[in-house]
């Protein structure tokens, strides 16, 4: 790491401040009388597992962007409660979910695709001075490789640099995009998360689908509940930590097998160790589902996958600086006009084919997010959706580089 500023830079101090944080949410969330009642009747717990760390960062106590506990949350903890979300699966259900997620996912992209050149076009109508630049520090270019962020992920993302020749500086200013304005939506979809009952309700959403695969994850749960022992909670960490080295394993062969043999594949991501690790153990929990390994549901696998995840949320939160916003205007600007054609595509669509909150939340995290933050935005609203959430981040690694390069030469006809 590099030398860091801030007051605390030891990584284990940092996991236990986390720690302290998430146990204290967790604590005061389970009140049921008294203020805490009150304000967890307004302000999701979940929300503020996130937010609570990002004021670490924001005011220089931890410095967000330099130490380990992302890199250790990302490859260990993210693989392994994948591991534990899918262990229970019943594909059966899922499929039940019928075509509206994939249509909201589909909705999502195109909102990421069209959004880039709208908001280029109407921040330029005040801001001319964007437009016409023609060197690697050119806005457009900039954008491209954002585009490929959130269509996809940070593989995609680097992948879009270097094939529109995005320059240092401009690359620089548009993570800091990234990290504020899709962590700000983040944290508007984990609200509309808490409320998606009443949301629901209003727009008339048909939760039908969603509802059947909850109401059977709880009854195969209630029939097969049993009190855990010492012995299934090691067998749940071998599943989650065996199947983690397993993938690290392969990822570790993989990747430099294609690097070498098939270079023209890394615009498909076939390059990135943590794109191998995902489909790996998704690939694992997925057939861990089809034997006697899915009755551990019953003695908590979800749960502990779910602390895990919790883990994950909180090291995401700890990337998120609220000064930035103010850093550099009118690039936020450009971002968050761009996320909200993406959101109001997403609205409309939902509208018209009468689409749950659920599935406009993984839609557009499965797009923005990824396999990092997909499952958290799914299991937000029920832990047994966080596979539903997983499998369409999948369907955005395969996209994104694709729909950011066709973003990317919208952007050029714009911008140049």
């Known amino acids: 790491m590099e030398q860091s500023t801030a007051l605390v830079t030891n990584n284990a101090v940092i996991m236990g401040l986390l720690a302290v944080i998430l146990g204290f949410v967790f604590y005061t969330s389970s009140q049921k009388s008294g203020f805490w009642a009150k304000f967890y009747k307004y302000i999701p717990a979940l929300l503020m597992c996130y937010f609570l760390p990002s004021l670490l960062n924001t005011f220089g106590i931890v410095d967000g962007n330099n130490n380990d506990v992302y890199t250790v949350a990302k490859y260990y903890l993210l693989p392994a409660c994948l591991v534990l979300l899918t262990l229970s699966i019943d594909l059966k259900s899922i499929a039940g979910l019928g075509k509206k997620a994939i249509i909201m996912f589909l909705t999502g992209t195109v909102g990421v695709v069209i959004g880039g050149p709208i908001a280029l076009l109407l921040t330029a109508t005040f801001m001319p001075e964007l437009l016409g630049v023609t060197g690697p520090e050119a806005v457009w270019r900039g954008m491209a490789a954002l585009a490929g962020s959130w269509i996809g992920g940070g593989a995609n993302m680097v992948a879009m640099k270097e094939i529109y020749g995005a320059g240092g500086e401009i690359f620089t200013i548009m993570v800091t995009v990234d990290i504020v304005v899709a962590n700000l939506w983040m944290a508007c979809l984990l609200y509309m998360a808490a409320r998606n009952k009443e949301i629901d309700a209003k727009t008339g959403a048909d939760t039908s689908s969603i509802n059947r695969l909850i109401d059977k994850v709880q009854a195969f749960e ?94 995401i939160g700890l990337h998120m600086d609220i000064t930035k916003i103010v850093e550099a205007p009118k690039y936020v600007v450009i971002g968050v006009i761009w996320m909200a054609v993406h959101v109001g595509l997403l609205f409309i669509v939902a509208k018209i084919i009468k689409a749950p909150v659920f599935y406009i939340a993984v839609g557009s995290k499965a797009n923005i997010g990824g396999a990092a933050s997909a499952p958290v935005v799914a299991s937000a609203f029920h832990p047994a959706l966080a596979p539903v959430g997983v499998l369409l981040a999948v369907l955005g690694y395969a996209l994104g580089t694709y729909m950011a390069w066709l973003c990317g030469q919208l952007l050029r006809v714009i911008g140049s």
């Not at 029939?223 to 199947?243: C, N, Q, S, T, W």
């Not at 690097?259 to 929990?285: C, D, M, Q, R």
């Open 222 to 315: 209630a029939e097969h509940a049993r009190r855990p022992e010492l012995k299934d909670f090691m067998i749940l960490v071998g599943f989650a930590f065996g199947a983690t080295g397993l993938a690290h394993f392969a990822a570790d062969l993989l990747v430099p097998f294609f690097s070498a043999n098939y270079p023209e594949l890394k615009k498909f991501s076939l390059h990135s160790k943590l794109f191998w690790i995902i489909v790996l153990v998704t690939t694992i929990g997925l057939a861990l589902s089809f034997t006697k390994a899915r009755q551990y549901e019953a003695v908590g696998a979800s749960k502990i996958g779910s602390s895990f995840l919790y883990i994950l949320v909180a090291t």
